[in-house]
C-alpha cells in the first residue's frame, strides 16, 4: 500500500528512536517518515545526555513542529506537547527550596568567579604545553 501521511505542524504522532547523537535523537515514523528531536526539544531543563531519556527502539510521542514532504522529514519536540503527554516537562523547585536559596549570599562568589575561572584556564594552558 503506498499513500502518503498527511502529517501536518501540531500533531502529535508516535515515533520509534532509531539513532541517538550528542545533539538529539533520530526518529523514525509511518510512511517513511524519519525525524530530528533535537537536545533543546527534550524539555524545559537542561538536558546533558540524551542517552538517560531514551533508547535506541523506544517508542515515544511528540509534537510536529516542521514538516518536510518532499524530503519526508520532521522536526519534533516534546517539550511542546502537552502537559499531560509530556514525561519530561520541567519540575519546579519546592517554595521551600526557593526560599533557602534566596538566603544564600552569593555575592562572595560573584566576586571571586573571575579569578578562579582565570586561574583554572591557566592551570589547563600549563597542562596542554
Given at each position: ?49 540524551i ?10 510521542q511528540?509534537?510536529i ?52 575561572i ?11 604545553d
Amino acid at each position: 500500500m503506498n499513500f502518503d501521511l498527511n502529517f501536518k505542524e501540531d500533531d502529535i504522532v508516535e515515533g520509534i528512536i532509531t539513532k541517538i547523537t550528542k545533539y538529539g535523537a533520530f526518529l523514525s515514523f509511518e510512511g517513511g517518515y524519519i525525524g530530528l528531536l533535537h537536545i533543546s526539544m527534550i524539555s524545559t531543563n537542561f538536558v546533558n545526555n540524551i542517552g538517560s531519556y531514551f533508547r535506541v527502539g523506544d517508542k515515544v510521542q511528540v509534537l510536529i513542529k516542521k514538516v518536510d514532504k518532499s524530503n519526508k522529514f520532521l522536526t519534533v519536540s516534546i517539550k511542546d506537547l502537552p502537559d499531560d503527554l509530556n514525561p519530561y516537562k520541567e519540575i519546579l523547585p519546592s517554595k521551600k527550596l526557593t526560599s533557602y536559596l534566596k538566603e544564600i549570599d552569593f555575592s562572595k562568589l560573584e566576586k571571586t568567579l573571575p579569578q578562579m575561572i582565570k586561574k583554572e584556564l591557566e592551570r589547563e594552558e600549563k597542562l596542554n604545553d
